[in-house]
């Protein structure tokens, strides 16, 4: 398959930094797990420092952008704190994600059209540092338009309705599948780079890697815990065979 058509793999460590958190202990050290996914056919890595620190912590952040030369991907929320966290650090990217401390894992995209002043001056000092900029947007034409006039480089598109849909067996995953396929192309229409993620499995990565304006897949919560079962190793390889399918 030819490199500049394939979709790259970023993983998504977070939570290997959640097993080390839960015992207060220096191990699995997330850096270790970054220097083993570049022995592997693996294209970045994705880190997201939440205000509550409950996974990836500041050092973390700062060490891994160090030892590492994958591209780092820093997922973040649009406060001033990690506004000056990534101007300092400069991570490749930084895509930014609504935060809720409530919630397990991030729910839903961002409503860039309510906040589009707000993300405008938020991303100038991110843009002069030459941070690629992308936006966690669900499939709504609206949002993406939105993206594309606050100066993103890049939308994500949320998977996770769809997966959601997917493992239940609610025949609506064909409606959600269509919006993301419809939201890929109108973004790359207003010159958008499209990436995808949020609850991807084996079994519905076959579909979004089958979009073919995705140019980025950004998995972690399911590599992370089937490793347990099969090894990191194995589990990245699966993912990325059933990715390279998908594209044929």
Do not use: W
């Not at 890049?154 to 939201?183: M, R, S």
């Amino acid at each position: 398959m030819n490199q500049l058509t394939r979709i790259r793999l970023g993983v998504n460590i977070d939570h290997v930094a959640t097993l080390r958190n839960a015992r207060g202990t220096f191990y699995p050290d997330p850096l270790k797990m970054v220097k083993f996914l570049e022995k592997l056919d693996v294209d970045g890595v994705t880190i997201h420092l939440r205000e509550d620190r409950r996974h990836i912590i500041d050092s973390d952040v700062k060490r891994i952008k160090k030892e590492t030369f994958l591209p780092v991907n820093l997922e973040m929320a649009a406060t001033e704190e990690m506004q000056q966290i990534a101007t300092e650090v400069i991570p490749n990217a930084v895509c930014l994600v609504p935060e809720k401390r409530e919630e397990r894992t991030t729910e839903g995209g961002l409503d860039v059209i309510t906040e589009e002043n707000k993300l405008q001056s938020f991303l100038v000092p991110l843009i002069q540092k030459k941070i690629r900029i992308s936006l966690f947007v669900s499939p709504d034409l609206k949002q993406i338009e939105a993206a594309s006039r606050v100066g993103a480089n890049i939308i994500e598109l949320n998977t996770g309705t769809f997966c959601d849909l997917l493992i239940e067996n609610n025949k609506e995953y064909l409606e959600e599948f269509e919006k993301l396929k419809e939201a890929a192309v109108y973004g790359k229409t207003l010159g958008l780079e499209i990436h995808g993620g949020h609850g991807l499995t084996f079994d519905s990565v076959k579909y979004i890697a089958s979009i073919p304006e995705i140019r980025e897949l950004n998995i972690g919560h399911f590599l992370i815990s089937q490793a347990v079962f099969d090894g990191i190793e194995k589990t990245i390889n699966t993912m990325r065979l059933e990715m390279d399918k998908s594209q044929k």
